[in-house]
């Protein structure tokens, strides 16, 4: 079984700042996605950034970008540049990458980050 | 092109009666995965729905089953409800296409309480 573990349960930043968000997972597969998710007061979840474990390269998406130290287990998010739209909870999850297709997705607790004017 | 719907948004049930919630998927996908997430707490997977039946199911209790329909939209049936079924429940929808994830769209889900 995968356990995703988010250690902060929040964070604040002053708006312009740079924040990282730890995440840690365990899992004895090899072939595995990683996700960060941010769910807003509108209470959708919506796709931040996505990793495949196979690709070594971070990847980065505008101001998001994400440390991925796969031996370690760690997958933390970067935002630069922060803006008050960026208020909300994060999840880090993860799902295997099977020939299933999409398979489920194992989210940590959340971490609820509040970026302050 | 419409996102992934949930209906009702809220609903307040007695607790040991039984609730239907009502997902419509993403246009173009095919694939329903349901979610239950309990305040303060990352969502839980419950099942997942593909060609109108389950292919994966979390450890949830036989009184949550679901159902999927030909056009893809999706319930998912809660029976005998209990204080602690309290929670946001999320929809996602995908596209399958075996070794290509290519993501999950969610909808906005449904806040159940059960009093």
């Known amino acids: 079984a995968q356990t995703v573990t988010q250690s902060q349960p929040e964070m604040s930043v002053q708006e312009a700042e740079t924040v990282t968000l730890s995440c840690t997972y365990d899992?004895?597969?090899?072939?595995?996605?990683l996700f960060w998710y941010k769910q807003p007061p509108s209470r959708q979840m919506i796709l931040v950034i996505r990793?495949?474990?196979?690709?070594?390269q971070n990847a980065t998406e505008n101001r998001f970008s994400v440390n991925f130290q796969k031996a370690a287990k760690s997958f933390s998010l970067k935002i630069s540049d922060s803006q008050l739209g960026d208020t909300a909870m994060y999840f880090c999850a993860f799902s295997i990458n099977s020939n299933f297709g999409n398979e489920k997705l194992t989210f940590g607790t959340g971490t609820r980050l509040t970026i302050i004017p | 092109d419409a996102g992934v719907t949930q209906s009702p948004t809220h609903l307040i049930k007695t607790r040991g009666q039984q609730v239907t919630l009502r997902c419509s998927p993403k246009?173009?996908?095919?694939?329903v995965s349901w979610y239950q997430q309990a305040l303060g707490q990352g969502p839980q997977f419950i099942f997942q729905y593909y060609e109108e039946e389950e292919r994966q199911r979390g450890n949830f209790p036989d009184r949550f089953s679901g159902h999927q329909f030909p056009n893809y939209s999706s319930e998912l049936n809660v029976n005998a409800l209990l204080l602690g079924d309290s929670a946001l429940y999320l929809c996602?929808?995908?596209?399958?296409?075996?070794?290509?994830?290519?993501?999950?769209?969610f909808g906005s889900g449904t806040r159940l309480t059960v009093v």
């Open positions: 899992t004895s597969e090899n072939n595995y996605y």
């Open positions: 246009s173009g996908h095919d694939t």
């Open positions: 990793q495949e474990a196979y690709k070594q």
């Open positions: 996602a929808s995908s596209l399958d296409r075996g070794l290509f994830n290519y993501g999950y769209t």
